[in-house]
């Protein structure tokens, strides 16, 4: 699927279908691109086929990068198509696990919420966020979702504003604030026949939606190329024509940062880098019928490792990693001065 193609133009069984044969074909980047099939499965409505990929994965023996991810769709899946006990089972051990990464604990503790489940969601949610955030200076983006859930679930609960609710409202970006969007009172208005309460309403309902669409934009990022150091002078060496490409390993760094910030500046949402190296080009290039000397080969590559889950998200937070791999926070390597 084309990043631009719009959802409601996909045909989910056939994405489905090809995500399932790349995943045979690239094994080891399987993870990624059958948790993405399992999402068109169950967006196609067909939920057991969904349950069946993720045992797949289960089962695979595979050291999964985001196992308690993987049980955390599963379960959610069950619930919706029927199979409750088994759902709050899975989510009583992911709970009981507490896995350091934000991802599952948002899933079981929507999934939770979905089925009116208000306490105990709301118990998952501060369970997470005590454990994740308690000490942190700054939350991270992948913790947001957790802070604004909770949000959500106090206010339909009529819980009183506390600290973490300050912390959702600080990760907060967007114009109309957090206790209107999340007000149990907002549906009685959408039943008013005041044209004034309606519009009001519509205001609203289009902020949620643009938060929805900034997380959900794509189906994987806008990347950019990267080459390791000794990735990039092997690389060179094999083929010199690339050298015009890359005169230098700093040059490279500056360009993909450069590139990035560009894009970012125009408004191109889901930003990525793919690390490349020298023997999967060659294979890229041998399956496309292709010289690896050709320079426009090398935007197909960085494509085809994005479309396979190898993309990492840009720009990263300042107290993590910087992207180019010095060992250095992105703050002190690549990241802005300010």
Known sequence: MRPD???????HTTEAARLERFADRYPE??????????????????????????????????DLDNPYL?????????????????????????????????????????????????????????????????????PPRATHPLLLGRHRVRRMLGAPHDEWDAVADSVHTHAIGLDELHDPKRVWSLGSENPAELEAEILRLRAELGAYREALSRPFPVAVLHWPAGELAELTEAYPDLAEEYPSYEAHLATIEAALRELAASGTPNLGIVTGTVPSYEAFAASELASPADPALLPQYATTLAARGRAVAWPPERAEACWCGSGRTYGECHGPAF
């Open 70 to 138: 993987v049980r955390a769709l599963k379960a959610s899946n069950l619930w919706e198509y029927g199979h409750e006990a088994e759902a709050r089972a899975i989510i009583d051990g992911i709970r009981a696990a507490a896995p350091r990464d934000a991802a599952p604990w948002v899933i079981v503790a929507e999934a939770l919420e979905a089925h009116d489940e208000l306490q105990q969601a709301h118990e998952t949610f501060t369970e997470a966020v005590r454990l994740l955030l308690t000490e942190v200076p700054e």
């Open 29 to 62: 980047d399987a993870e990624a691109l059958l948790l993405r099939a399992a999402a068109h499965r169950e967006l196609s409505g067909d939920r057991p086929a969904a349950t069946a990929l993720y045992d797949r994965l289960l089962a695979s023996g595979a």
């Open 5 to 11: 193609t719009p959802a409601e133009n996909v045909d």
